[in-house]
C-alpha cells in the first residue's frame, strides 16, 4: 500500500526493516519492486543508500547505516528480533539526524519504539499507523507511548505524509 503510493523520484533513500526469516525478504523485496516506482532490493553489505530506492534488511542479518551505506552483521537479536528494525532506525538517527523520517507499522512486541525515539530527540520526523489499520498494534502502540510520535495515520494516509515530510507535493 505505501510503496504504490510513492511518487518517482522521491529525494530519499529508504530503509525496510521486516521481522521476516532469510529468503522471504528477498520475495518480499522483489514483490515491492513490482508494486513501485521507488527501486527495491534486498540489502547487501555496503549497498549505498540512494535517493529513489529502497534497501530491505535481509533475514537473520541487522542492517546498520554508516557513512550513507548499509552494514550487515549477526550480532545478537535485539527484541528478540533479527533484523530489529530499532538497530537500524538508532543507526540512521546518528547518522542523518534532522534528515530521517522514521515509520513504524503494524507488529508483535516494542522493537522500533526506541528508534523512533532516537529520530524523534535528534530532531527527524515520526509517523505510526493507527490502531484502527494496523493488523497487530503492539509496535505502534510503544512508540505512541513513549510520546515519539508526531503524526498517528490510517495506513493509506502514510505515503502521502512521507513525501510531505521530504517536501515534496502531494496530490
Known amino acids: 500500500e505505501i510503496f504504490s503510493a510513492l511518487h518517482d523520484g522521491i529525494p530519499a533513500g529508504i530503509l ?3 521481522h521476516m526469516p532469510p529468503y522471504f525478504t528477498k520475495s518480499l523485496a522483489e514483490r515491492l519492486d513490482k508494486h513501485s516506482p521507488v527501486h527495491v532490493h534486498e540489502g547487501r553489505e555496503g549497498d549505498v543508500i540512494a535517493d529513489g530506492s ?9 542492517m546498520l547505516v554508516n557513512n550513507g551505506k548499509i552494514h550487515l552483521n549477526k550480532e545478537p537479536p535485539v527484541n528478540a528480533v533479527r533484523p530489529s528494525v ?3 532506525m538508532l543507526s540512521t538517527a546518528r547518522t542523518y539526524g534532522s534528515n530521517t523520517v522514521g515509520v513504524i507499522l503494524t507488529g508483535m512486541g516494542k522493537d522500533g519504539a526506541y528508534g523512533m525515539k ?3 530527540e535528534m530532531g527527524g520526523k515520526t ?3 493507527d490502531e484502527e489499520t494496523s493488523i497487530i498494534f503492539g509496535m505502534p502502540k510503544e512508540a505512541i507511548k513513549l510520546g515519539c510520535v508526531d503524526k498517528i495515520l490510517p495506513l493509506e494516509k502514510i505515503a502521502d505524509e512521507i513525501m510531505k515530510s521530504l517536501g515534496m507535493e502531494v496530490n
Open 118 to 120: 532516537a529520530i524523534k
Open 86 to 88: 530499532d538497530v537500524t
Open 54 to 62: 529502497a534497501l530491505v534488511a535481509p533475514g537473520d542479518y541487522h
Open 16 to 18: 525496510v526493516v521486516q
Open 127 to 129: 509517523i505510526a499507523c
